[in-house]
């Protein structure tokens, strides 16, 4: 089956710098668009940056997203955080109409 596994989310002061990256199992990797989705307390599930299959991103202006399609794996380097960019942040995967999600990692920054 499919598998999205999040890493590297934690605590860390604004203005400070995470990068988390998202290993894939069981999908084409390299024909699926990837995504980073923010979630946030007591909001909806927000769209943080996305790549296509060729590569083709967007991205909110402070966040880079880039993958690997020999690893599997897509990154996302956030810089210059701020306390508004604490929440969970998911890995999802769209390919033929289908979309699937990681479980979740953690990114909280403090003031």
């Known amino acids: 089956q499919v598998q999205l596994v999040e890493f590297g989310g934690g605590l860390v002061q604004a203005g400070g710098s995470l990068r988390l990256s998202c290993a894939a199992s069981?999908?084409?990797?390299?024909?699926?668009?990837m995504g980073w989705y923010r979630q946030a307390p007591g909001k909806q599930r927000e769209l943080v940056a996305g790549?296509?299959?060729i590569s083709s991103t967007n991205y909110v202006g402070r966040f880079t997203v880039s993958r690997d399609n020999a690893k599997s794996t897509v990154d996302l380097q956030m810089n210059n955080l701020k306390p508004e960019d604490t929440g969970v942040y998911y890995c999802?995967?769209?390919?033929?109409?289908?979309?699937?999600w990681g479980q979740g990692t953690q990114v909280t920054v403090s003031s």
């Open positions: 069981g999908i084409n990797f390299s024909s699926a668009t």
């Open positions: 999802s995967a769209h390919l033929l109409g289908r979309n699937f």
């Open positions: 790549i296509t299959s």
